[in-house]
């Protein structure tokens, strides 16, 4: 945090000297005066806090090491006058930002220790005048390290500065001032005048690494257990969401597993080089890492393998990602250290910080005006030839009213982010009597809050956004008022799957993506995206003048000062309706349709893109991975995956173990039914079946699993299928008529 603070106030200071060496009347050592001047009120403010006042003992101190009289009354003024300003303590916004930074949490301690180092960082900025006035350049770093030395070989209550060069000795009733040459001369001395101290003995392992007889899983990794403890903690205190803990969890897993592939355990070896070859693997991996589950449980070398196919411009993590990693990492550190374990000292989690290379307001493109009217004239606002995917946007004759409909809308006329409008409630959606343009008028509003359909970004994000007239004119609470009466929840039930846990934004996406490309064909280019409409809501705002203040109650937002964010309360709703109103209007063109849903939305049917999990009815997990989680093996005693023609497996889930036998080789004759040959069996089947698996194929119900010795079908091919097999010595014979259930094995 020092070197940070430090060095920005280094370049601050620095400006300001270029600025005055242009002046004509430029007065170097006037400068150099107002420098020392303002480093001595810092020194004073850090060793004796905000309430710090120029005292008999203070002036004395500093008449000690030569300051002129004239000089300490001036620091004396500096100090009174920003105290009595209430600019002596920096903002505790920023104090927070500097604690989070370096992996920290923003409690009243770190907080008061983050004040202390800020105004140590500026008191020494300060002092580095011969830097800006005579040309003696010093490394940044060696200058840190320097001054870090000295501040811990002082004493607290000392007020001298690295420009004098002087040490205050601890004080008894006068102080006594020892110059640093003197002092290091001394100790040199000293140091001769002894025999040097015998060899430190080897190490003794600690009583856990003595202990440890056996390499460490993963789960038993210090590490790992200290980060669940982080975990649990910040879940209990509701300070992290699930994916958060989802996030916090992964990172420390993957930095455990760097530590076992590096044969570091103990916390004690745990030292910044590890971070490094943790940056280092971020540019090794592929961009998506993360996005599966299965990366969860690949090792080091598959995800760098990974990352090695792919092309460099989809190889490395982004600079947002990493420092967000980095920056839940500090927190487990900072956990650990809390719990009283040893760790490296010089562990610096700012040195690991990316710096973006594109500027925020340029990540993404803004839509103009002409933009969003090209949205909302494709076909599925206007009239389409079906509700499925591929028909939305051929035109028709029809307008369901569906997310795609009305959260696009509402996008572009609330500015609130995707998942905010995907997740909305029917009780999110409310309405208070209020006087409006001296009328009592209802004014309908959404509240954008975390419920248990989705989450919201921070605390900011919860507030009440008012609704945009012409979304009440195109019947949007006519909508909610027919989804509610259906017994939804959800205002948007058909963005919800009930066998997936992704973000329900993402469904939207996926329906509204190609209509966005369509609509702006050279979207990519220019960086427009779906969240592009939050993005031109709040610049529409910016270019009619709308204060800030204002712009954040409504995009949710945190307030620019203490003023706004804590001592005054969010716009009111009838103030806010004005604001929001002067964002273009792009949708006269549409008319008000009657309230037409989905079909399977009408009918409260499961959604057409729901994917049945496989081995179930789509209503829970599947088999095999119940097995898993139970710890059960997923083959059967014979050695071949389950479900298998195997007596130990369950009766409605034995399929039948097949190998497939020569192309020449037939099955014999059983009971008059005519036998055919395996392949002509098989290709019949498969093709019967319409799809291909190479592992495991349904035969008109029947489950083909892994090969076995000596089983063989028979059948008409019509309207009987049968498989017989040789188990344990016992024949063994299943068959499905073409009338009997599917699952129903006799």
């Known amino acids: 945090?020092?070197?940070?603070?430090?060095?920005?106030?280094?370049?601050?200071?620095?400006?300001?000297?270029?600025?005055?060496?242009?002046?004509?009347?430029?007065?170097?050592?006037?400068?150099?005066?107002?420098?020392?001047?303002?480093?001595?009120?810092?020194?004073?403010?850090?060793?004796?806090?905000?309430?710090?006042?120029?005292?008999?003992?203070?002036?004395?101190q500093m008449a000690a090491q030569g300051i002129a009289?004239?000089?300490?009354?001036?620091?004396?003024?500096?100090?009174?006058?920003?105290?009595?300003?209430?600019?002596?303590?920096?903002?505790?916004?920023?104090?927070?930002?500097?604690?989070e930074e370096v992996g920290?949490?923003?409690?009243?301690?770190?907080?008061?220790?983050?004040?202390e180092t800020v105004y140590r960082a500026f008191a020494e900025a300060n002092f580095q005048s011969e830097r800006r006035h005579d040309g003696v350049r010093v490394e940044i770093e060696k200058t840190i390290a320097d001054i870090l030395k000295d501040h811990a070989e002082a004493p607290r209550d000392s007020v001298d500065h690295a420009e004098s060069r002087l040490v205050v000795a601890p004080l008894a009733s006068s102080p006594i001032v020892v110059h640093r040459e003197a002092a290091a001369e001394t100790a040199e001395g000293a140091r001769s005048e002894h025999a040097a101290p015998p060899a430190d003995p080897a190490p003794t392992p600690s009583p856990a690494k003595a202990a440890r007889t056996k390499p460490l899983t993963l789960d038993e990794h210090p590490f790992v257990v200290l980060a669940e403890g982080v975990i649990q903690k910040n879940a209990d205190a509701k300070a992290w969401d699930t994916k958060s803990q989802r996030q916090v969890r992964q990172i420390s897993r993957l930095f455990a597993r760097?530590?076992?592939?590096?044969?570091?355990?103990?916390?004690?070896?745990?030292?910044?080089?590890?971070?490094?070859?943790?940056?280092?693997?971020?540019?090794?991996?592929?961009?998506?890492?993360?996005?599966?589950?299965?990366?969860?449980?690949?090792?080091?070398d598959q995800l760098r393998a990974i990352g090695a196919a792919k092309p460099p411009s989809e190889r490395g993590l982004v600079a947002g990602t990493v420092n967000r990693h980095f920056s839940f990492l500090g927190q487990v550190l900072a956990h650990i250290r809390s719990r009283g374990h040893k760790l490296d000292r010089d562990i610096d989690m700012t040195l690991m910080r990316r710096k973006s290379t594109e500027r925020g307001r340029t990540k993404r493109g803004l839509l103009t005006e002409a933009d969003a009217a090209a949205i909302f004239h494709l076909a599925?606002?206007?009239?389409?030839?079906?509700?499925?995917?591929?028909?939305?946007?051929?035109?028709?004759?029809?307008?369901?009213?569906?997310?795609?409909?009305?959260?696009?809308?509402?996008?572009?006329?609330?500015?609130?982010?995707?998942?905010?409008?995907?997740?909305?409630?029917?009780?999110?959606?409310?309405?208070?009597?209020?006087?409006?343009?001296?009328?009592?008028?209802?004014?309908?509003?959404?509240?954008?809050?975390?419920?248990?359909?989705?989450?919201?970004?921070?605390?900011?994000?919860?507030?009440?956004?008012?609704?945009h007239p012409e979304l009440i004119r195109l019947g949007f609470l006519d909508y909610v008022a027919a989804v509610r009466a259906l017994g939804y929840e959800m205002v948007f039930p058909d963005l919800k799957s009930p066998t997936s846990s992704s973000p329900l934004g993402d469904r939207l996406y996926d329906e509204l993506i190609d209509g966005l490309h369509q609509a702006i064909p050279d979207a990519k280019e220019r960086k427009k995206v779906i969240h592009s409409m939050r993005k031109s809501f709040g610049n529409s705002l910016k270019q009619k003048g709308i204060h800030s203040e204002i712009r954040s109650d409504i995009m949710g937002?945190?307030?620019?000062?203490?003023?706004?964010?804590?001592?005054?309360?969010?716009?009111?709703?009838?103030?806010?309706?004005?604001?929001?109103?002067?964002?273009?209007?792009?949708?006269?063109?549409?008319?008000?349709?009657?309230?037409?849903?989905?079909?399977?939305?009408?009918?409260?049917?499961?959604?057409?893109?729901?994917?049945?999990?496989?081995?179930?009815?789509?209503?829970?997990?599947?088999?095999?991975?119940?097995?898993?989680?139970?710890?059960?093996?997923?083959?059967?005693?014979?050695?071949?995956?389950?479900?298998?023609?195997?007596?130990?497996?369950?009766?409605?889930?034995?399929?039948?173990?097949?190998?497939?036998?020569?192309?020449?080789?037939?099955?014999?004759?059983?009971?008059?039914?005519?036998?055919?040959?395996?392949g002509d069996l098989w290709r019949r089947r498969r093709a019967s079946a319409g799809r291909r698996n190479d592992r495991r194929h349904r035969h008109g119900g029947f489950r083909v699993t892994e090969p076995r010795e000596g089983a063989f079908f028979v059948g008409d091919g019509i309207g009987v299928f049968a498989a017989e097999t040789m188990m344990d010595g016992v024949q063994s014979r299943f068959v499905r008529a073409a009338s009997q259930p599917q699952n129903d094995l006799r």
């Open 104 to 115: 920290g949490e923003p409690n009243p301690m770190n907080l008061a220790l983050a004040q």
């Open 380 to 467: 599925f606002f206007t009239g389409c030839a079906g509700w499925k995917d591929d028909e939305v946007l051929i035109p028709g004759p029809h307008v369901f009213h569906r997310a795609l409909y009305f959260a696009t809308l509402m996008l572009h006329y609330t500015g609130a982010r995707r998942e905010e409008i995907c997740g909305l409630s029917v009780r999110d959606v409310a309405y208070v009597d209020t006087v409006i343009d001296g009328e009592l008028q209802r004014l309908h509003y959404i509240k954008v809050r975390t419920s248990e359909i989705r989450r919201i970004k921070n605390l900011y994000s919860e507030r009440s956004v008012a609704l």
């Open 1 to 60: 945090m020092f070197r940070v603070v430090f060095t920005q106030h280094l370049d601050k200071l620095e400006a300001v000297a270029a600025r005055e060496r242009a002046e004509d009347d430029f007065d170097p050592e006037k400068s150099r005066r107002s420098e020392r001047v303002m480093g001595h009120v810092y020194r004073l403010l850090e060793t004796r806090g905000r309430a710090a006042a120029v005292d008999d003992r203070a002036a004395a």
């Open 557 to 678: 937002h945190s307030g620019a000062t203490p003023t706004e964010e804590i001592y005054c309360d969010a716009i009111a709703l009838a103030d806010m309706l004005p604001s929001i109103m002067k964002i273009p209007i792009v949708t006269t063109h549409l008319q008000p349709q009657p309230i037409r849903l989905l079909p399977w939305v009408q009918d409260k049917l499961p959604p057409p893109f729901s994917r049945k999990r496989r081995g179930t009815d789509g209503a829970g997990l599947g088999r095999r991975r119940m097995r898993k989680i139970k710890g059960e093996s997923d083959r059967c005693c014979e050695g071949f995956r389950m479900p298998a023609l195997c007596e130990h497996a369950p009766l409605r889930s034995r399929g039948a173990g097949i190998r497939k036998p020569p192309r020449k080789e037939t099955a014999s004759r059983k009971g008059g039914v005519a036998a055919a040959s395996y």
């Open 258 to 300: 760097l530590l076992l592939e590096q044969g570091v355990v103990e916390f004690e070896d745990i030292h910044q080089k590890h971070l490094g070859d943790l940056d280092d693997l971020f540019g090794a991996v592929a961009k998506s890492y993360g996005r599966s589950p299965r990366d969860n449980h690949r090792t080091l």
């Open 69 to 99: 009289p004239d000089e300490i009354a001036e620091i004396a003024f500096m100090l009174d006058l920003m105290q009595r300003q209430n600019v002596a303590a920096e903002k505790k916004a920023r104090l927070a930002t500097l604690v």
